[in-house]
């Protein structure tokens, strides 16, 4: 299904400029944090402020946001530094009031989208109403769910809508907070190419070192803008203090960025190399699962008394995955090779094992 959608038509914003710029803290904590912040910001050249009212947190007892209490806080925010606000809503009372308080821009948290009823009673309260939603790609990778909340939104009439892509929750957080996993937002613009995407490099990295290579290689890849967590004193935060970074250096971060507007064969052929070189890190993560798994069997096979090399074994998986790789377009020798060489070095690992 085709969305409709109009452009985001932010008053005395050109959002078709990249990046559109979307700053603030995680929370909204106090009126003087808010508004602090809310200054230095506007005086670095930020026009639209973030503020989360309600936070959702993992688990119980931590800060769970302010609450209503801050909603005038972000309207003084519009009235007296000139900026546009936006916060998170996640069911119709959360919504009710952000329109009553006249909040400018709404987003949808990435625990809100990935639940359709949620996303339904978020589309029934702004039945009518005629503001922008930025909705977050949901926690688990799934682009179906992602365009599904995008399409609940739609329905009830609203059309200036953009996705925020803030990476995928996963198990093992490695290098990101959750991981950037790039060709499920390329495949969203492939999909529905008129729906400005912005990136979250904050709630991606969780570390504020990786702000700026994030939002650079999210222009890198033709994003229309970035929502960055930014606040006066991120040290100390009440959420997600590692990856909040000063509007000192956020602007200092937006100044050193290269945008390329150009974007013909080069910038596709660069989109292009970075999705080779997340499936090439996918594929490294998934051969140390692997030998993980490998020294397991090692530690089984030494404790009863088993050879390393069963050999009925070695050919089966040989001749299988020759198959499966003839089924998927690959010579079926390729993919033997391939295997004999993980193979040896399976053997490798468990002989390691066997002679500790
Ligand atoms: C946030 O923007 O502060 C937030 C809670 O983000 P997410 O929904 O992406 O986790
Ligand atoms: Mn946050």
């Given at each position: 299904?085709?969305?409709?959608?109009?452009?985001?038509?932010?008053p005395?914003?050109?959002?078709?400029?990249?990046p559109?710029?979307?700053?603030?803290?995680?929370?909204?904590?106090?009126e003087?944090?808010?508004?602090t912040?809310?200054?230095?910001?506007a005086a670095?050249?930020?026009?639209?402020m973030?503020a989360g009212?309600w936070k959702p947190r993992?688990?119980?007892g931590?800060?769970?946001g302010?609450?209503?209490?801050?909603?005038?806080?972000?309207?003084?925010?519009?009235?007296?530094?000139g900026m546009?606000?936006?916060?998170e809503?996640?069911?119709?009372?959360?919504?009710?009031?952000?329109?009553?308080?006249g909040?400018?821009?709404?987003?949808?948290?990435?625990?809100?989208?990935?639940?359709?009823?949620a996303?339904?009673e978020?589309?029934d309260?702004?039945?009518?109403?005629?503001?922008?939603?930025?909705?977050?790609?949901p926690?688990?990778?799934?682009?179906?769910?992602?365009?599904?909340?995008?399409?609940?939104?739609?329905?009830?009439?609203?059309q200036?809508?953009?996705?925020i892509?803030?990476?995928f929750?996963?198990?093992?957080?490695?290098?990101?907070?959750?991981?950037?996993?790039?060709?499920?937002p390329?495949?969203l613009r492939?999909?529905i190419p008129?729906?400005?995407?912005?990136?979250?490099?904050?709630?991606?990295?969780?570390?504020?070192?990786?702000?700026?290579?994030l939002?650079?290689?999210?222009?890198?890849?033709?994003?229309?803008?970035l929502i960055?967590?930014?606040?006066c004193?991120?040290?100390?935060?009440?959420?997600?203090?590692?990856?909040?970074?000063?509007?000192?250096?956020?602007?200092?971060?937006?100044e050193?960025?290269?945008?390329?507007?150009?974007?013909?064969?080069?910038e596709?052929?660069?989109?292009?190399?970075?999705q080779i070189?997340e499936?090439?890190?996918?594929?490294l993560?998934?051969?140390?699962?692997?030998?993980?798994?490998?020294?397991e069997?090692?530690?089984?096979?030494?404790?009863?008394n088993?050879?390393?090399?069963q050999t009925?074994?070695?050919?089966?998986?040989?001749?299988?995955r020759g198959?499966?790789g003839?089924?998927?377009?690959m010579?079926s020798?390729?993919?033997?090779?391939?295997f004999?060489?993980?193979?040896?070095?399976?053997?490798?690992?468990q002989i390691?094992i066997?002679?500790?």
């Open positions: 299904m085709e969305l409709e959608l109009q452009p985001l038509n932010l005395g914003i050109d959002a078709t400029r990249r559109l710029v979307i700053a603030g803290p995680c929370s909204a904590e106090s003087e944090q808010v508004l912040t809310a200054l230095q910001l670095n050249g930020i026009r639209i973030r009212i993992t688990k119980p931590g800060f769970e302010v609450g209503e209490a801050g909603l005038p806080w972000l309207r003084r925010v519009h009235e007296e530094c546009l606000t936006a916060t809503v996640a069911n119709a009372t959360h919504v009710k009031a952000c329109l009553d308080y909040i400018d821009i709404l987003w949808i948290g990435a625990r809100t989208s990935a639940n359709p009823f996303m339904q978020i589309a309260a702004l039945q009518g109403h005629d503001v922008p939603v930025l909705v977050k790609n926690v688990n990778p799934d682009l179906e769910l992602w365009i599904g909340a995008l399409q609940r939104l739609n329905n009830a009439g609203i200036r809508l953009a996705a892509h803030r990476g929750s996963s198990y093992d957080k490695r290098i990101y907070r959750n991981p950037p996993m790039w060709h499920i390329i495949e492939r999909r008129s729906l400005p995407i912005l990136c979250d490099p904050s709630h991606i990295g969780g570390r504020r070192e990786l702000v700026a290579p939002c650079q290689q999210a222009m890198d890849l033709g994003f229309d803008g960055v967590e930014s606040h004193q991120p040290d100390c935060a009440w959420s997600d203090a590692k990856q909040q970074v000063t509007p000192d250096i956020l602007e200092f971060i937006l050193k960025l290269t945008i390329r507007n150009d974007l013909s064969t080069t596709s052929l660069e989109a292009l190399r970075r070189d499936v090439d890190n996918q594929l993560e998934l051969l140390a699962t692997r030998m993980r798994i490998s020294r069997i090692g530690e089984y096979k030494k404790e009863h088993m050879t390393v090399v009925m074994r070695y050919t089966e998986i040989l001749e299988k198959a499966q003839a089924l998927n377009g010579t020798s390729f993919i033997r090779d391939i004999e060489h993980i193979h040896e070095e399976s053997v490798a690992q390691e066997m002679n500790k």
